[in-house]
């Protein structure tokens, strides 16, 4: 296997403490096509890869946070792509000095949905991971993310419901919210989550096309799931830990975004509805006009 399987030069030194950000994937310029056959990335002592992962991570004011966020970030990742949320904080200033490769890119317009949008746009790799900047999440679980897309899915959705999964920072109140709004979700688009809300995902470039993002806000997790469970994309979910926000508070409001959540999901047609007007509009195509009645 040695023979096939080829380690990218990262063209530094691999050790644990080498710097992030500044010497990945050297060898290989994504923007000129598929990384070259035969060019792996060891992203664990069981597993290699080929197509580059790039990390978006939506930011506003997480400056003290941003720490524990890179820190367990991997180092065979392609790009991050931080999306600055107009901070007032030095969250700029600290990813730089953190990663010293990372693509800061400033969001056009408002709200996490927006951003998300902004940074998916900006990637050159072939699979985007969405990951929050405020220490909740662990870099180190990308790995299992990334195994589920390079074994067939397209979407790999974290779930903290899921066997294996778990939160410590949702209160009773949000759990419950998103038990039914993911309820609603399973029986209106015919999708089996366990999971809803929840802003750790990865998937292929590829899928972006299909779902067409057009929101702002927290409602775009479950616009993401609604999105891709009806265009028949093969979604997996990842059991994932969410650990307490370490500092600052949530920018989220659970009526004000609950509500928003829940006019996603009433918006979107479901699957069964969008085939009847699509039958219907076919049958209606093939009997051409209604000749008009004699008077
Ligand atoms: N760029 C940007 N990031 C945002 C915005 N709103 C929230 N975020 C980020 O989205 C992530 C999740 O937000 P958070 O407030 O923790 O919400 P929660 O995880 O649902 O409680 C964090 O990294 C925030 O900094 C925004 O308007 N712009
Ligand atoms: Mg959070």
Request: proline share 6%; with cysteine.
């Amino acid at each position: 296997m040695s023979s096939v399987l080829q380690p990218v030069s990262t063209g530094g030194d691999p050790s644990p403490g080498a710097s992030p950000g500044t010497s990945h994937d050297a060898s290989y310029d994504p923007s000129s096509g598929p990384s070259p056959a035969g060019k792996y990335r060891p992203v664990s002592s069981h597993l290699a890869i080929a197509p580059p992962v790039s990390v978006v991570i939506p930011a506003m004011n997480e400056a003290e946070n941003l720490p524990y966020v890179f820190k367990t970030l991997p180092d065979w990742i392609h790009e991050v792509v931080l999306v600055d949320g107009n901070s007032t904080d030095a969250t700029v200033e600290v990813a730089r000095e953190l990663w010293p490769g990372v693509r800061i890119v400033g969001q056009r317009g408002k709200g996490k949905g927006d951003a998300l949008i902004t940074g998916f746009e900006a990637c050159t790799g072939d699979i985007v991971v969405m990951v929050d900047a405020d220490g909740s999440a662990d870099g180190q679980e990308i790995v299992s993310y990334v195994s589920a897309l390079v074994s067939g899915a397209d979407f790999a959705k974290g779930s903290r419901f899921a066997n294996g999964g778990g939160t410590d920072d949702m209160t009773f109140i949000r759990k419950l919210g998103n038990r039914a709004l993911c309820a609603v979700v399973n029986r209106k688009f015919g999708a089996r989550y366990t999971d809803l809300c929840y802003g750790y995902n990865a998937f292929w470039r590829h899928c972006l096309d299909e779902i067409d993002l057009d929101c702002t806000g927290f409602e775009v997790e479950t616009l993401m799931n609604i999105r891709v469970v009806k265009a028949g994309l093969k979604v997996q979910e990842i059991p994932s830990h969410e650990y307490l926000r370490i500092h600052g508070v949530s920018n989220l409001r659970a009526v004000r975004d609950g509500l928003r959540v829940l006019r996603v999901i009433l918006g979107e047609r479901s699957n069964r509805r969008a085939l009847r007007s699509r039958t219907r509009a076919t049958t209606l195509a093939a009997v051409g006009p209604v000749p008009e009645k004699a008077s």
